[in-house]
């Protein structure tokens, strides 16, 4: 069960993770995190990131929590 329900969404956006950026989707999104399609190579549990998403003015700094296929589930840590 999620703390904060989520809203359906098709930003197009980079994750930035170590010394790479990727392309991305944010799926849906919610005051507690996001689901992301990315290429999740090389993404693992707690790797810290960062998703920018251009269109809507946002820059999130978050934890991967979860990975399946091409999906991630990520939660916010903070937002500047």
Not at 5 to 13: E, I, L
Request: overall charge positive.
């Amino acid at each position: 069960m999620r703390t904060f329900p989520r809203k359906r969404c098709k930003w197009k956006g980079i994750l930035k993770f170590e010394d790479t950026h990727r392309p991305c989707v944010v799926e849906d999104i919610g005051v507690g995190g996001c689901r992301v399609a990315v290429n999740t190579k090389d993404l693992e549990l707690k790797s810290r990131i960062v998703i920018e998403i251009e269109s809507q003015k946002l820059r999130f700094h978050g934890e991967i929590r979860w990975t399946k296929n091409e999906e991630a589930g990520v939660e916010f840590l903070y937002m500047d």
